[in-house]
Structure formats: C-alpha cells, structure tokens
C-alpha cells in the first residue's frame, strides 16, 4: 500500500532606544492591527520609514543591533508560520536522504527547534545571535555556529535561505549571500522568500526577483520544486501571514 505523500509534496504548487518609541507606538498591538489594513496604513508605513532611516546604517548593523537590544528573528519563526516551515523542510530533509545542512542567516535559532536534521551548521552576520544559539544548542552535538566573517566556505548536501533575502538591502550584500548559498551547495538549495521586484517603505525590507538571479549566474541549478505559502500575506494579519513561498533549487549533474 502506498503512503501518504510527503509534506513538502503535499503543498507544492523591546524598545530600549528613544528613536523607537514611534515605531513602537505602531507596532505594539493592538494599535498595529487596528492601523495595517485601513487607510491609515500607509501613513504609518510612511512614518516607520522615516524613522527607521534615521537609525539605519547597513543590514548587517541593523541586525546585531536588533538581537542584542533583545529583538527575536521576526513573527515567521514562531506559530503557524513556523510550524508550515518546519512541515515542509523536515519532510524534504527525510525524503531525499539529507545528511548535512548548512544555512546562512541562521537567526535566533527558534525555527531551528523545530527542525530534524542530522547535521547542521547556521551562519548569520550578527555576533551576538550566534552566541546566543551556541548557548541554546550547547547540549546538541548535531548544530554548530558560526559568524560570516569566520564561515570556512564548508558546502552541505542542502543550503537554506529562510526570511533572508529580502532583508538584503544592498546589492553587494544579496550578491555575496546568492553567491555563498549556491556555491556551498552539493545537491540542493532551498530558499525561503518573495520572488519579486519591489521597494517597500521598510528600511530594512527589499523585495528581489532572485530567479532572475540564479537563471544570470548559476544555471548549473534547475528548479526543483516551488510550494505556495500556506498563509499567503494578509495586511490584517501580518504576525501569522507572509509574502515568502519556498523555492527549491537542484545541482545538475555534469554530463
């Protein structure tokens, strides 16, 4: 008798600076919900903009900034979202025999407590989350960390991308991040964001066609399988919705 296919199948098709106390008084619910979905939305779009650009200096600041003032990886790695994600790699990991798994922007490391994989190393620019994932995981002899600056360019039969790119705001940035991701890769790539062009109010936010990226400068990969998100994007409800599919890339192999 056949099983049930898997997972990843089944769905393919705190405020510490004065400068935030703005920010804050939009983002802190549940104003945040009453404002995203009404006309209000844009003018605070508009003035979390305007804000951040005054603090914003590069991605890479902006997130050791964040984790070490006590932000988290964002709503994606908690919930449903996180759960969906979970769903999807795990199964993806089991299905094609996956023995190695390298990501780079590894985050917080909550989307990694969900994750079963047999061996792991997590990149990400900011210091100070690595410690923290270091301490979380220090009894797990299967995850290993390590900044960007001190990554050894290791490959691993599957590289992730997860809620990364389009946090990329600078072009040199993405094209490093693009350029390690698939390099590093021996069979797979998974990437885990929104495929289109388009500048939002966000600072810290920049939407990217990446497929144009990879068709450009690695045509060595094919697509392998594209899966809708289960909770497209929703203005209502941004915590627990989001823009990003999943996007999965294999080597081909030569001759």
């Not at 991701?181 to 069979?187: C, S, V």
């Not at 697509?223 to 915590?239: C, L, S, T, V, W």
Request: charged share 25%; net charge positive; proline share 5%.
């Amino acid at each position: 008798m056949q099983g049930k296919p898997a997972p990843w199948r089944r769905c393919a098709r705190s405020v510490k600076n004065p400068v935030d106390i703005g920010r804050s008084l939009i983002l802190k619910s549940p104003l945040k919900k009453l404002i995203l979905g009404t006309a209000l939305a844009p003018l605070a779009r508009r003035l979390l903009a305007s804000i951040g650009r005054l603090r914003f200096a590069s991605s890479s600041m902006y997130w050791e900034r964040r984790y070490k003032h006590g932000g988290t990886s964002g709503a994606g790695s908690t919930g449903r979202l996180a759960a969906f994600k979970a769903e999807i790699l795990n199964g993806f990991v089991a299905e094609q025999g996956i023995s190695t798994v390298l990501e780079f922007g590894c985050g917080d490391g909550q989307q990694l407590g969900l994750a079963r994989y047999p061996d792991y190393t997590g990149v990400d620019v900011a210091q100070s989350v690595v410690a923290a994932c270091r301490a979380r995981f220090a009894q797990d002899p299967t995850k290993r960390f390590t900044t960007l600056e001190a990554y050894d360019g290791r490959s691993a039969a599957l590289t992730l991308s997860l809620d990364v790119i389009y946090h990329l705001v600078e072009d040199a940035v993405f094209e490093a991040h693009m350029a390690q991701l698939f390099d590093a890769a021996e069979r797979f790539v998974i990437i885990y964001a929104s495929d289109y062009a388009e500048q939002p109010v966000e600072v810290h936010v920049r939407h990217r066609r990446f497929s144009d990226w990879v068709a450009a400068h690695r045509p060595n990969f094919r697509r392998f399988a594209h899966i809708p998100n289960r909770y497209p994007f929703d203005a209502r409800n941004p915590d627990e919705t989001s823009f990003a599919d999943f996007h999965v890339y294999a080597r081909m192999q030569d001759g």
